[in-house]
């Protein structure tokens, strides 16, 4: 009976074993929805007093772990945990696609010489707040949540700066998710004269949060804002932004028309007094070059006549662009081969900024060029491939001296035919209609 009960044990765990392998097949990869925990790297600080009496951060890199749960739940693996409970925030909502592509990084958030409560229940003046990062690897978008935590007694939170929570390997924080900023907008890649939005979303865990949205344009230096708005003072300045999408959490910016100096860096900063979040919003300019050539599909030339061939890349952004000559032979197969005779000129710089370029050579071909294919390739940082353009050539032998012989004395004599002939054929002609 042992033996047998010892089967049957075998049994049912394979039959487990590979219901749990069906499953793991068929759904993938952990999905957001149902995420309940995400490994993440914790940023610890070690602040202290140089041997010159000045204040210095040492920055630490351990293994956390991001577990969404409720009060009192224990850590799911060994590492630094910081267990999210409910609330009206939930940065799970705002994630796509899969577990493996998200990179989390957490860090403690400094309040400095702040000492201010929450505005919400059960939060204390000697919170302390972290915040977690959340990137999408291919760029969708970046969530930065603002995680309090609540100590044990007053003096475990933020007594100076120099003594600050310690956090050792293992433990478990218990923090609820009290703000969060989102965009799905990292980085954009725009055309001339486009009027793109660059997406900004907030979530605050109470109702009525006083809030401050600014929009401020960064470039070589130069810092400015676009746009403001305090809900405590209902007063704006700037443009691009709706006053009534911000009651509901959106604070997305509507570019102008681009132009080459809309290249730049675009923050958007949410303020719920006394935290400070905000998005990077990378915007460049890609514009992609018009490919022409000055000669038809097919270029017939003779033999002996020269011919200037050209490819024009115009009206392109940025700089960089790539134009190479290719020759290869139609119908056979061999890799094209690289022209080194090539010529460029140099850029032409339009007045809204647009770049042009122009590769040509000079053609001079034999009989045996007949039949290959000339194709112009134009790489470029707006292409996802290279625009190429092409020609056949067609080359023919001129007349010979004999042909040329025969040719006009094969006219003389038609012409010679039409003087003869001629005046009879037309005097004929009136003849037979006077009879008529």
Request: proline share 5%; charged share 20%.
């Amino acid at each position: 009976m042992i033996v047998q009960r010892k089967s049957y044990l075998m049994i049912w765990g394979l039959a487990g074993f590979i219901l749990e392998l069906l499953c793991l097949v068929v759904n993938g990869s952990e999905s957001v929805d149902d995420l309940q925990w995400l490994p993440c790297e914790f940023v610890d600080e070690n602040v202290y007093l140089n041997e010159e009496g000045h204040i210095e951060t040492q920055y630490i890199y351990k293994k956390a772990i991001i577990q969404f749960g409720y009060d009192g739940d224990r850590p799911l693996y060994p590492n630094i945990t910081f267990l999210v409970t409910a609330s009206r925030v939930d940065m799970r909502h705002y994630l796509e696609g899969d577990k493996d592509t998200l990179n989390c990084i957490i860090r403690r958030y400094n309040l400095g010489r702040i000492v201010m409560r929450w505005p919400a229940v059960g939060s204390q003046e000697y919170d302390i707040f972290f915040t977690c990062t959340l990137r999408h690897t291919k760029g969708a978008f970046n969530i930065t949540t603002f995680l309090r935590h609540t100590p044990s007694s007053p003096d475990g939170g933020q007594v100076g700066f120099l003594h600050r929570l310690k956090i050792h390997d293992e433990d478990l924080l218990t923090t609820s998710a009290v703000l969060a900023v989102l965009t799905r907008t990292p980085s954009v890649e725009v055309g001339l004269l486009k009027e793109p939005t660059l997406h900004c979303q907030f979530a605050a865990d109470h109702k009525k949060a006083h809030v401050r949205v600014e929009w401020i344009f960064q470039r070589h230096g130069e810092r400015r804002t676009l746009f403001s708005y305090s809900s405590q003072t209902a007063i704006s300045k700037g443009t691009g932004v709706s006053i009534k999408d911000i009651v509901a959490g959106n604070a997305s910016f509507k570019l102008p028309p681009t132009r080459k100096t809309s290249e730049g860096t675009y923050i958007c900063s949410i303020h719920v007094p006394p935290l400070n979040g905000s998005q990077n919003i990378l915007v460049s300019l890609r514009e992609q070059p018009h490919v022409s050539l000055n000669v038809d599909s097919t270029l017939s030339l003779t033999l002996g006549e020269y011919k200037k061939v050209m490819c024009d890349a115009e009206r392109y952004y940025p700089l960089d662009v790539n134009i190479e000559w290719l020759r290869e032979h139609v119908g056979v197969s061999p890799k094209p081969l690289l022209l080194d005779n090539v010529l460029h000129s140099t850029h032409q710089h339009d007045n809204d900024g647009l770049f042009s370029l122009s590769a040509f050579f000079y053609l001079k071909p034999g009989l045996e060029d007949s039949g290959y294919k000339y194709t112009c390739k134009v790489s470029h940082k707006s292409l996802l491939t290279p625009i190429r353009k092409s020609f056949v050539l067609s080359v023919t032998a001129p007349y010979s001296t004999v042909e040329y012989i025969i040719f006009f004395g094969f006219i003389i004599v038609m012409l010679g035919f039409l003087y003869q002939y001629l005046p009879q054929f037309i005097a004929a002609r009136k003849a037979a209609s006077k009879r008529i």
